[in-house]
C-alpha cells in the first residue's frame, strides 16, 4: 500500500507510472489517493513489470466526492463516494464509483484480483512493489 496526494497524482499527466512488483509479484498494490472533495486525473501512461498488473492495482479514492477523468488509463478506480465526469478516453481496468457521467469507455479487462485489506492490515502490507514516477519522453 502507498498514498500519494490527489493533487501529485492529478499532475502526472505530464509523467507516467512504473510499477515493479521485484520482490513480491502477484501482490496487490492499493494506491491511496488521499485527499477529499474534488480530484482529477488526466491520461497517464502505467506500465507494470516483474510481476505486476493492472489486474492486481487499484487507486483508491475513498474521500473523492467528485472525480474528473478524460483519456487513457491502465488501472482500477475505487471511488465509492464519487461522482465521476469522465469526459473522454479509455479506462483499461474497472470504474466503481458512486455514479458516472460522461461520454468516456470503460474497458472491462477482468475482475480486480486483489483483496483490499482492512485499514489496520495497510500498515502489514507494506514493501515489495514500487511505485515510481518516470518523466514521459
Known amino acids: 500500500m502507498v498514498s500519494i496526494a490527489a493533487s501529485a497524482l492529478g499532475a502526472a499527466n505530464n509523467y507516467g507510472f512504473t510499477v515493479n512488483g521485484a520482490g513480491a509479484p502477484?501482490?496487490?498494490l492499493i494506491i491511496n489517493v488521499v485527499g477529499g472533495?474534488?480530484?482529477t486525473l488526466d491520461s497517464t501512461t502505467w506500465t507494470y513489470s516483474n510481476g505486476a498488473s493492472s489486474l492486481r492495482?487499484?487507486?483508491n479514492y475513498n474521500g473523492a466526492t467528485s472525480l474528473a477523468?478524460?483519456?487513457?488509463?491502465k488501472v482500477n478506480f475505487l471511488a465509492p463516494n464519487a461522482a465521476v465526469h469522465y469526459s473522454s478516453g479509455v479506462v483499461e481496468g474497472n470504474l466503481y464509483a458512486g455514479s458516472l457521467t460522461g461520454s468516456g469507455q470503460v474497458n472491462w479487462i477482468g475482475g480486480f484480483e486483489g483483496t483490499i485489506p482492512s485499514p489496520s492490515a495497510f500498515i502489514a502490507l507494506g514493501g515489495g512493489l514500487v511505485l515510481a514516477g518516470r518523466r514521459r519522453r
Open 26 to 28: 502477484g501482490a496487490t
Open 37 to 39: 472533495g474534488a480530484a
Open 57 to 59: 492495482t487499484l487507486l
Open 69 to 73: 477523468l478524460s483519456g487513457g488509463n
